[in-house]
């Protein structure tokens, strides 16, 4: 793929010398601050309004909206919406956090999971709505903030539950392992522990921005064509929108089930800090 | 992904892994306040509305079991009193039955026995009347008898001899003519 990429890059940009379409396009993965935003840096740290901030707080109030119109009151008989809410809450409550803790533990934990469901479903949704087009989560420092910040809390959590020796000896440790191996296990253990955070992070920033590479690519075959009418026309265009169209329907699907991957996993690394040695 | 990154390194920077640590920053804001809100205003409303449905369910399925206890109780109650109700009108129908039959029988004998009364009237008027009849004639024929005798002897008799001679005529023609 990557070596398509380049090729189609390589041609656009040999065919203008101006910004080729492709250029432009795959600007959309990038984040950019707005031309009317001021520039917030604080030492390391740019807080400018970009589209990726933007688009993550267009999530945030969404999925507040969509909790504000549809559960705020919640009826007794359920109107469609109310019900669609209900469904997926049930889901994440059930399939997710009841399926993975204990029913004491879930009912302390659904809030947290839950949250984390439904903003991460809502920032891969926004990059699929038109004009928006730009995945918070398809830049890695937002997943790594998530994954980093779910991984300490459970390491956190287990560490205040359990004492910093007792939760890390039961945690790096497999229990009833002969001696001779603990030199070969505990690496392999401390390795595993420092890849959840990380394969949290990638998977999700890696999937999604698969997915919007590939929408790019599409669009790009449109623009590759050009403006003069050739019987490219008929043959391109035609195929690059059904395969857009197909695209963004498993987008929509891959965003669903990306979400539902993170918040179980985050489920189980928390379940593994507070119960370590299971 | 190495290609594709030199590629993105010429075509105005597009790297996806270029620091953002005010990406890092933001999303954390973001959640918490995502997370503030579902967690205090949210999900308790919702945890709250299930639970209230479920309750509200429970406790429409339990009254109307009851419901349907009770009504087939009412069910049960009402088929008995209908069949009840059905052998006592039987039994009504029944007794009118009897009761008609013997008013019938009574008339029928009463009738029967105000028809024979009747006729026994009758046969004893009709017996009156042939023996007022045959009393008349006798008288009748007496005169007539005499009147004839008188012609045939062409004498006239004494009443004492003509009393005689009627009654042994009479007695006479009784012994022929009379049918008892």
């Known amino acids: ?278 | 992904m190495i290609h594709l990154l030199a590629v993105a390194e010429e075509s105005e920077g597009f790297n996806p892994l270029s620091p953002e640590m005010g990406l890092y920053v933001w999303t954390l804001i973001a959640f918490i306040v995502v997370f503030a809100a579902l967690a205090k205003y949210v999900f308790p409303k919702l945890e709250e509305g299930l639970a209230d449905r479920e309750r509200r369910i429970k406790e429409d399925l339990e009254k109307a079991e009851a419901t349907k206890t009770e009504a087939e109780k009412i069910l049960e109650d009402y088929t008995r009193r209908v069949s009840q109700a059905r052998e006592e009108s039987n039994k009504i129908i029944e007794e009118a039955r009897q009761s008609a039959d013997q008013v019938r029988k009574d008339l029928i004998a009463k009738s029967e026995a105000e028809a024979r009364l009747i006729l026994g009237k009758a046969q004893n008027q009709l017996e009156a009347e042939k023996d007022r009849a045959l009393s008349e004639l006798q008288t009748q024929l007496a005169a007539w008898s005499t009147e004839i005798a008188s012609k045939i002897v062409e004498r006239e008799l004494d009443p004492a001899t003509q009393k005689e001679l009627v009654e042994k005529f009479i007695t006479e023609v009784q012994k022929e003519g009379s049918p008892q």
């Open chain 1, 1 to 278: 793929m990557s070596s398509l990429v380049r090729t189609l890059a390589a041609e656009a940009a040999e065919a203008a010398e101006e910004p080729s379409p492709f250029e432009t396009l795959m600007s959309h993965l990038t984040p950019h601050r707005y031309g009317w935003a001021p520039e917030w840096q604080f030492g390391p740290f740019d807080l400018s309004i970009t589209n990726a901030v933007f688009n993550m707080w267009l999530a945030a109030g969404l999925v507040i909206l969509m909790f504000w119109i549809g559960a705020s009151k919640p009826k007794i008989v359920p109107k469609k919406f109310q019900n669609f809410l209900e469904v997926v809450h049930n889901f994440v409550k059930d399939n997710i956090v009841y399926n993975v803790m204990s029913a004491k533990d879930a009912r302390t934990w659904y809030p947290f999971i839950g949250t984390i469901f439904f903003f991460i479903f809502m920032m891969n949704f926004v990059g699929l709505i038109p004009y928006f087009g730009f995945t918070p989560t398809s830049n890695i420092f937002v997943t790594a903030a998530l994954a980093v910040s779910v991984y300490l809390l459970a390491v956190g959590l287990g560490m205040v539950k359990h004492g910093v020796f007792t939760f890390w000896k039961k945690t790096l440790v497999p229990p009833d392992i002969p001696k001779m191996l603990l030199p070969l296990m505990i690496p392999i253990e401390i390795v595993s522990q420092l890849a959840r955070p990380f394969s949290l992070a990638v998977r999700l920033f890696a999937n999604m921005l698969a997915d919007h590479i590939i929408l790019l690519i599409f669009v790009g075959f449109i623009f590759l064509v050009g403006t003069t009418f050739s019987l490219a026309h008929l043959v391109v265009i035609p195929i690059a929108m059904l395969f857009e169209v197909v695209f963004t329907a498993f987008a929509i699907f891959v965003a669903f089930i990306q979400a539902v991957i993170f918040a179980f996993l985050s489920t189980i690394y928390i379940n593994d800090a507070l119960h370590p040695g299971h």
